[in-house]
């Protein structure tokens, strides 16, 4: 069976750049993925291979089957595409974009286009040199969902909304997701936002992947210890096998570790320590997949603390 | 059944349905043969992915909670007392492991500690009994 998404060892070089180095990926039919990183990580250009508008240096790029250069009409319109800045007409109203982008598909549904239209509160006759950057990101929206495609593809759908838009663009996602047979990538540096419909985490950093996972996978693999002595038996260095980040005294320390359950019951007879363990949430866990290839990272932040990602 | 998930506090999202249906089950609030929604209906009440709705239903039904049905449907199991109570103490250990991990740092004796939670547990027995008479 063909998978939607089949990328095989592909680099990309623009001039020196490395924009993307030995990625290789695989997106079955039917998986909702986040993919974040850093900025300038690879996201977008990642994406642009997807539906062919970029060519990859090296490697190879098969899309619903087909290479990606060769995607033709009955492909594309089996694929759905917002980016981030996408390039309309300045000079067309909402209402007139949308209509033109509609007839080049057999598949539009215009009750759908009607219903989010309404749900999402798009001021149709904006035009799209001048209307608000929600405005522009829902009518993009719209223009990447409403013809049923196979393979939605979102580059930062959300970052220009405000939260009540956020969650009703979170709720439409879902519910496409379960009617129509889609898989979907969300690219994407509201963690908070996405961790609560993705299934998997694709992280990039620096034009690789860093991680492939299901949620449920990165959640277990890392936790947040706070570890009592009170015979002060602490030491002064951990393990770097799975203790990531440290902070504390002999009696007393707070760390971030990886695989936790494996480790746990060894930690707490190695130093007669009380441990308490707490999971960490994608915004905290994100640091650790990009920081210094994942060995060491550099943040150190406290519980509930916010990761600010620039959007 | 009312569930209610934080899909940011860390915990798996599937653990957190597992973890309050279980104990749904043990206290009877979820009688035996209790129909559960479908996988389709609890993933739009909750806001979160139909696969973590079918993850949390296959954990329960491989830990014998829940049964699935010809058609289908998913019922709530009816537990022989022993692996009701084997459940019960399974989840009270859990519940009451930081409390120990506490007790034992504020340095309260394990009999002080053991007699407080016997006093709370009757206590609320009557609260219980009060609010049934």
């Known amino acids: 069976m063909t998978h939607p998404v089949e990328m095989l060892d592909i680099t990309k ?23 974040v990183g850093r900025n300038g990580s690879g996201k977008t250009t ?26 033709g009409p009955t492909e594309l ?27 080049f598909y057999p598949r539009w549904d215009r009750d759908l286009e009607e219903y ?22 829902k009518v993009s929206f719209v223009l990447a969902t409403c013809h049923h495609p196979e393979l939605l593809l979102l ?17 439409i996602l879902l519910d496409r997701f379960e009617r129509d047979d889609v898989t979907m990538v969300i690219s994407s540096h509201l963690l908070y936002d996405i961790e609560r419909i993705v299934e998997s ?31 002060g038996l602490l030491p002064y260095r951990y393990d770097p096998a799975y203790v990531i980040t440290s902070e504390g005294d002999r009696f007393q320390a707070r760390m971030v570790v990886r695989d936790p359950e494996s480790h746990l019951a060894q930690f707490r007879s190695a130093y007669s320590a009380q441990v308490e363990s707490h999971p960490l949430r994608l915004e905290a866990i994100f640091p650790l997949l990009v920081g210094n290839g994942g060995k060491t990272a550099a943040w150190s932040g406290r519980p509930g603390s916010r990761v600010e990602v620039e959007a | 059944m009312v569930i209610r998930v934080d899909p ?28 559960l929604p479908s996988t389709r209906a609890l993933s739009r009440k909750l806001g979160v992915n139909p696969m ?3 993850k949390s239903y296959a954990v329960l039904e491989d830990e014998g909670v829940l049964d699935r049905r010809p058609g289908l449907t998913l019922i709530v199991a009816a537990l022989s007392p022993s692996k009701r109570e084997h459940t019960a103490m399974q989840q009270l250990r859990a519940t009451l492991e930081p409390a120990a991990t506490i007790a034992s740092q504020l340095g309260v004796p394990a009999r002080q500690a053991g007699s407080l939670f016997r006093e709370m547990v009757e206590k609320s027995d009557r609260d219980l009994k009060k609010e049934t008479a």
């Open chain 2, 8 to 35: 940011n506090s860390g915990i798996p999202v599937y653990r957190q349905i597992v973890d309050q249906i279980r104990f749904q089950v043990g206290s009877g609030l979820l009688a035996p043969g209790t129909e």
């Open chain 1, 116 to 137: 989010f239209v309404g749900l999402l509160d798009i001021d149709l006759e904006a035009r799209m040199g001048t209307a608000s950057p929600g405005n522009v990101q």
């Open chain 2, 52 to 54: 973590t709705v079918s």
């Open chain 1, 77 to 103: 319109e089996r694929i759905g595409f917002s980016q981030q800045r996408d390039n309309f007409l300045d000079w067309m109203r909402a209402r007139q974009l949308i209509r033109y982008v509609s007839a």
């Open chain 1, 155 to 171: 580059d930062e759908p959300l970052s220009d909304l405000d939260p009540i838009a956020r969650h009703d663009v979170l709720t």
């Open chain 1, 201 to 231: 985490i694709v992280c990039l950093e620096k034009g690789r992947i860093v991680a492939d996972a299901t949620l449920d996978e990165l959640k277990e693999n890392f936790a947040e210890w706070m570890v009592t002595s009170r015979e």
């Open chain 1, 46 to 71: 990642l994406l642009r291979h997807v539906v062919g508008l970029y060519l990859p240096t090296s490697g190879e790029c098969r899309t619903l089957g087909t290479a990606s250069h060769y995607l």
């Open chain 1, 13 to 35: 070089r623009f001039g020196k750049k490395i924009a993307l180095e030995s990625v290789s990926l695989t997106l079955p039919a039917r998986s909702l993925v986040g993919l």
